[in-house]
């Protein structure tokens, strides 16, 4: 333990020297002009070092299960990223996984070394018709786990990088990871029975997340997110991220039916928020669109998207994009940064932009964020 506590001072020492505050406060300035709607200076633009480009000698397993070991992992990510003057904000996470609010329907995790935690088995229709929710979601073990590695991280961060909400997923996502595939057929089988296991998924994602608002000290209708990353956003109204990516998977009556009513619900507690979907579905990107609560989307496969429809129609809504879009093959970085910034048609809203190392290929991070700026003056 000693070593472990001795490796995060010099860790922290390394942010302090590394971290350029006047960077952060310019770039929170920015994304809070995007997030709200309106026009900036500069178009933000973010650099993540993601967790596989950075050697640690902890694995997943005793990160889950060692707050200590799970912040050392973050630092070296977080010391990499504060180096360069780009926009993100500085976030950390309790990095526990897709079954944070599904485990308090008593549904117990297996915690591989190599892989995130996972369900093996799930909830019967029988087991969830009978369930009813805690009443103390806060008291609930993984629940209890996040809260106490949130009140750590802070106490040792000491406000140099933002504390965030873990994965939380969403309504359907969480209906999903209790139930299993069987979720699918009751869609057709059974609606009703469908809809009180959403209504069940959606008490557990707004009360974890109101409980876990109260650990951070964070005002339900705002705060910070990373999404997985060490570089975030920050969300001056609307303070709640929505992941949705079975809902991919559905045809439009049921996304209009099953999915549409809850993203509403779930985001009207915190003044609405985000959203986050893996693969493609062109009929849930528009119910997305008209939902006034959803402030932008994040997409997981921006591959599967054509970039100048995707981005009209965000812009067209008042609504922002916060992600990458991919580089073509054989693209310079200054045809591939002209490019991004051409998709906003000349107005300095609607895109908060990710550059990854993936799209960066052998080209300098730094340089390309100095050239991002100097596109656009």
Not at 148 to 162: C, E, N, P, S
Not at 340 to 352: C, E, F, N, S, V
Request: with cysteine; hydrophobic share 40%; glycine share 8%.
């Amino acid at each position: 333990m000693g070593a472990k506590r001795d490796e995060v001072a010099r860790l922290l020492g390394m942010l302090d020297e590394a971290n350029d505050v006047g960077a952060r406060e310019r770039g929170r300035e920015r994304i809070a002009a995007v997030y709200a709607g309106d026009e900036t200076e500069c178009l933000p633009i973010l650099y993540d070092v993601p967790a596989h480009d950075v050697a640690v000698e902890s694995d997943l397993r005793e990160q889950f299960y060692s707050p200590e070991a799970m912040l050392i992992a973050h630092l070296h990510r977080t010391v990499a990223t504060a180096k360069l003057p780009h926009d993100g904000q500085l976030c950390i996470r309790p990095n526990l996984g897709v079954v944070l609010v599904p485990s308090v329907f008593g549904l117990e995790p297996e915690v591989p070394s190599d892989a995130m935690p996972r369900f093996r088995d799930h909830l019967t229709k029988n087991e969830l018709t009978k369930f009813d929710l805690p009443t103390e979601l806060a008291a609930c073990a993984l629940v209890r786990r996040a809260a106490d590695y949130i009140r750590f991280f802070r106490d040792t961060l000491d406000g140099r990088a933002h504390v965030y909400m873990p994965d939380t997923q969403g309504v359907f996502d969480v209906a999903h990871l209790v139930l299993g595939d069987q979720f699918f057929l009751e869609l057709y089988d059974d609606p009703p029975f469908a809809h009180h296991a959403l209504e069940l998924s959606l008490r557990a994602y707004v009360g974890v997340t109101l409980a876990l608002k109260a650990a951070l000290d964070e005002a339900p209708e705002g705060g910070f997110h990373g999404h997985g990353m060490v570089s975030g956003i920050y969300m001056p109204h609307g303070g709640a991220r929505v992941s949705e990516d079975t809902p991919t998977l559905l045809q439009p009556r049921h996304i209009d039916d099953f999915v549409v009513p809850y993203v509403v619900r779930s985001l009207e507690p915190f003044g609405g928020g985000w959203v986050h979907y893996c693969g493609r579905n062109d009929h849930l990107f528009e119910a997305l669109l008209s939902i006034p609560e959803v402030r932008g989307i994040n997409l997981g496969n921006p591959e599967q998207h054509a970039p100048e429809a995707y981005m009209h129609a965000l812009l067209e809504r008042g609504k922002f994009y916060f992600g990458y879009w991919p580089r073509e093959a054989g693209e310079s970085l200054r045809s591939y940064l002209e490019r991004m910034l051409a998709l906003t048609d000349g107005q300095k809203r609607g895109l908060i932009f990710l550059l990854t190392p993936q799209e960066l290929r052998s080209d300098s991070p730094l340089d390309a964020i100095g050239l991002w700026r100097d596109l656009q003056r």
